[in-house]
């Protein structure tokens, strides 16, 4: 399959990262040599300079050849009229175009056929909708939802004074006295798939899969106390900070917003006019103490600087601040990171990469790819979710009988209104909505999974 990359920003080079890892065919596009000339190093892709809005550049890309356009430089205009010259250059080409400013949402979603768009994404309103459920739901590091938010895969880090602490998967069970599945752990930066003799340690980062009910329990019979989010201090305007304060307003969450630039300001203020805009640098302490960041509900770091974010973050833990959410637009799966009291970490490029790789695997798999792919563990595993249909192998059959690859996990089986942590008797039907947990190998289509 062929795939031509226009844009080796941020989300362009995630995406080269994960798509090479599937050995597609790649040619990446972009105006800069030396951006160009570091990736083509790195990966086994092809690489043209040029301006991807060029009929000339996307000929020498081959796009009559190619099979899907991925448009995801700074510009939304550049990828609108990328898109719109390749699907000329080729009627049956799949497009998707990275779309950003909130003017546009609109007459992008009315006019998608004449800008011959196959799909749109928006990094930006993707972190804020992940922030504001984070913000709604505290207690984990991160949270993922299937089958239409019936099943959830989240994470949690275990302290030192954890109940979890020094516990045995197989005794889990009697601390935790709900149903949930630990299907991944991180320990020193490595994903684990571990077995019922595996004995939590402080440090480690699990993956949990439970229903949204018993993770309420879990919470609860952690000893984990949460809170309703009442008010929010946002650090940096910008527009995941806008997404962000439009969701939590109609919550009806105060929402203060600490920008240094005025103009910047000015124009917030005017389309924000419930929140409390505030002129100012987010990493003067003084401004921050005089805006009560002692006694907010949650503070949220999403300035343009990782290494900003993160020192705001450590000085709002150092405050005693309950809950906090850390943007990093390129600092992650770095071990470095895990020592650091950041709370939630929130990545625009990784999130949009979930959202174009599941549309990649689906144009590539016809039939029977995955409704949803998250990325987690730091990208070293991965949790999908797939409907059980008439091509599906072992259906009702007890899955002590089945094969199943190494490293593959199945977490939970949703039929109808019920959801199941599967064990050795249990079993799926067509129908069924099946997630599978995998580390170390890539999963198109559920029957992937069988030995």
Do not use: W
């Amino acid at each position: 399959m062929k795939i031509i990359i226009a844009g080796d920003g941020k989300v362009g080079a995630t995406l080269v990262r994960q798509l090479s890892a599937e050995e597609y065919d790649l040619t990446l596009i972009d105006v800069n040599v030396n951006r160009l000339e570091s990736s083509s190093e790195r990966f086994d892709i092809m690489a043209v300079q040029g301006n991807c809005a060029s009929m000339e550049v996307l000929k020498q890309a081959g796009v009559e050849e190619a099979d899907l356009l991925i448009a995801a430089t700074s510009a939304d205009e550049i990828n609108l009229l990328c898109c719109m010259t390749a699907h000329g250059l080729n009627p049956r080409l799949h497009t998707i175009a990275r779309i950003r400013n909130p003017e546009y949402s609109g007459q992008i979603y009315m006019m998608r056929h004449i800008f011959a768009l196959s799909l749109t994404v928006n990094p930006e309103r993707q972190a804020a909708v992940e922030i504001e459920r984070l913000l709604k739901y505290p207690g984990f590091l991160k949270r993922d939802t299937f089958a239409k938010g019936k099943v959830e895969l989240v994470e949690l880090k275990i302290v030192g004074d954890s109940r979890l602490c020094n516990v045995a998967l197989n005794d889990i069970n009697n601390v935790v006295k709900c149903q949930i599945l630990i299907c991944v752990v991180v320990r020193e930066g490595k994903a684990v798939a571990p077995d019922g003799n595996f004995v939590l340690r402080e440090g480690d980062h699990i993956f949990v899969t439970a229903s949204s009910d018993n993770l309420t329990k879990l919470l609860k019979n952690l000893g984990i106390i949460t809170h309703k989010v009442k008010r929010v201090i946002i650090c940096g305007g910008g527009t995941v900070s806008f997404y962000l304060a439009l969701c939590l307003q109609k919550s009806g969450i105060t929402v203060q917003i600490i920008e240094k630039d005025r103009k910047r300001c000015e124009f917030l203020a005017a389309l924000l006019p419930s929140a409390s805009i505030i002129e100012g640098d987010a990493s003067d302490e003084h401004l921050l103490e005089s805006e009560g960041i002692s006694s907010c509900d949650a503070l949220v770091t999403l300035t343009g600087l990782d290494e900003l974010n993160m020192i705001i973050s450590l000085y709002g833990n150092q405050c005693g601040v309950p809950q906090i959410i850390t943007k990093l637009g390129r600092m992650t799966n770095n071990g470095i990171l895990d020592n650091l009291e950041l709370g939630s970490t929130i990545s625009p490029k990784e999130l949009c990469s979930n959202t174009i790789v599941r549309y990649v695997r689906a144009v590539k798999n016809q039939t029977g790819a995955a409704l949803t792919v998250h990325s987690i563990a730091d990208g070293q595993a991965e949790a999908l979710e797939f409907l059980v249909d008439d091509s599906t192998l072992h259906c009702n059959e007890p899955l002590k009988s089945v094969g199943i690859k190494k490293n593959v996990i199945i977490a939970c089986i949703t039929r109808g209104f019920s959801q199941e942590l599967p064990n050795g008797d249990s079993s799926f039907k067509k129908g069924d909505i099946v997630i599978i947990v995998t580390s170390g190998q890539v999963i198109y289509q559920m029957n992937d999974i069988f030995e």
